[in-house]
C-alpha cells in the first residue's frame, strides 16, 4: 500500500500542478500576449532554460526506454523549480497585477509554455490525462495530444551565464530563508509578508544581486527588501557572504496583496482605504466603479 500511496501522491503533484497553470493562463492567448523570450525578466527567462533542460533529458531517457528516469525528471522539476520557486511566488503577480500587464503576461507566457510542451512530454505516460488537458488548450492546432509533436530543446542565447547567476542567487535565497525561519523562531514574526529584510552583501554578492535586475521583495515573497552598504548591526544572521537583518515590517497588511505596507490606511477613498498605493493603483484602472460602489456591490 505505501508504493501505491506514493505513487497516487505523485500523480495528484502532477494534475494539481498542471490545474494550476490552465487556471492561471485562462484569460491567456498565445498568439496575441505572449512576450518575447528577449524582452522577459530574467526569471522567467531562468525558468524556460530551466525547463528546457527537462525537455532535454527527457527526450533522452525516452530514447533509451528509460521510464523510471522520465518520471523522476518530470517531478523533481514540478516539485523544486516550479511549486517551491517559481509558482510560490508567481501567484502574487498573476492574481494581483493589471490583468495586461507586462510582469504578467512575461509569467503567463512561461506557464503557458511549461503547460503545453509539459503536457507534450507526459503523452506517453499520461495518455487519458493529457488528452483531457488538452481540451482547455484551445490555441493549440492540433485536435488531441496524441498528434502533437514532442518538443525539441531551444537554444537559448547566453544559458549557461544565466544559470550560473540563478544558481548563486539560489545559495543566497536559501540563506535568506534561515534567517525569516529564525526570526519566526525569535516570535519576531509570522507569515514572510510581516518581513522587512535588509541586506548587508560584500561586494560579489551585491554585484550578483544588482545584474538580477529584479524586485527580490517579489522572489523572496517578504514586503520590503533593502540592499544596505552600511556595517551590519549585531542583531543581523552573519553568512560568510553577507549579514541578513530581519524585521517586522511597518505599517498595516493590504487587503488586497497582503503584504504589510505603510501606505495602507492613507487613501481617501473608503473602498480603497485598506489597500496599499499600488493595489489602490492597479483597482482605480482596472476596476473604477469600484471607487463608487466598493468590492461588495
Known amino acids: 500500500m505505501d508504493i501505491l500511496s506514493q505513487v497516487s501522491d505523485v500523480y495528484r503533484k502532477i494534475r494539481n500542478t498542471l490545474r494550476f ?66 509558482l510560490d511566488f508567481a501567484k502574487d503577480v498573476v492574481y494581483i497585477d493589471s490583468a495586461k500587464s507586462e510582469s504578467r503576461r512575461g509569467m503567463q507566457t ?10 507534450k512530454l507526459l503523452v506517453p505516460i499520461l495518455p487519458h490525462t493529457t488528452e483531457e488537458v488538452w481540451t482547455y488548450l484551445e490555441d493549440e492546432t492540433e485536435e488531441y495530444a496524441y498528434l502533437a509533436e514532442m518538443p525539441e530543446a531551444i537554444n537559448y542565447p547566453g544559458s549557461d551565464e544565466l544559470l550560473e547567476n540563478w544558481n548563486a542567487f539560489f545559495d543566497f535565497r536559501n540563506k535568506v530563508l534561515k534567517a525569516l525561519e529564525e526570526a519566526r523562531e525569535a516570535k519576531l514574526i509570522g507569515k514572510s509578508f510581516e518581513a522587512k529584510v535588509t541586506v548587508y552583501p560584500n561586494e560579489v554578492t551585491r554585484t550578483l ?13 517578504v514586503s520590503e527588501l533593502k540592499i544596505s552598504t ?7 544572521y552573519v553568512f560568510n ?8 515590517a511597518e505599517g498595516q497588511v493590504c487587503d488586497r496583496c497582503r503584504r504589510t505596507d505603510k501606505t ?15 493595489c489602490s493603483a492597479i483597482v482605480e484602472k482596472d476596476f473604477p466603479e469600484v471607487l463608487i460602489s466598493g468590492f461588495e456591490a
Open 230 to 236: 552600511d556595517k551590519a548591526p549585531d542583531n543581523a
Open 110 to 119: 512561461v506557464m503557458y509554455h511549461i503547460l503545453v510542451n509539459l503536457v
Open 209 to 221: 544581486l544588482n545584474s538580477l535586475d529584479e524586485n527580490l521583495a517579489t522572489l523572496l515573497i
Open 21 to 86: 497553470l490552465i487556471a492561471n493562463t485562462v484569460d491567456f492567448n498565445k498568439n496575441t500576449d505572449a512576450i518575447a523570450y528577449a524582452e522577459l525578466t530574467g526569471v522567467d527567462k531562468y525558468m524556460l532554460v530551466k525547463f528546457n533542460e527537462l525537455v532535454r533529458s527527457v527526450r533522452k531517457s525516452y530514447d533509451h526506454y528509460s521510464f523510471i528516469s522520465v518520471y523522476k525528471e518530470v517531478v523533481n522539476f514540478l516539485t523544486n523549480d516550479l511549486s517551491a520557486f517559481y
Open 264 to 278: 495602507v490606511g492613507t487613501n481617501a477613498n473608503e473602498h480603497l482605504h485598506m489597500l496599499c498605493d499600488n
Open 241 to 248: 557572504d553577507s549579514a541578513i537583518l530581519v524585521e517586522h
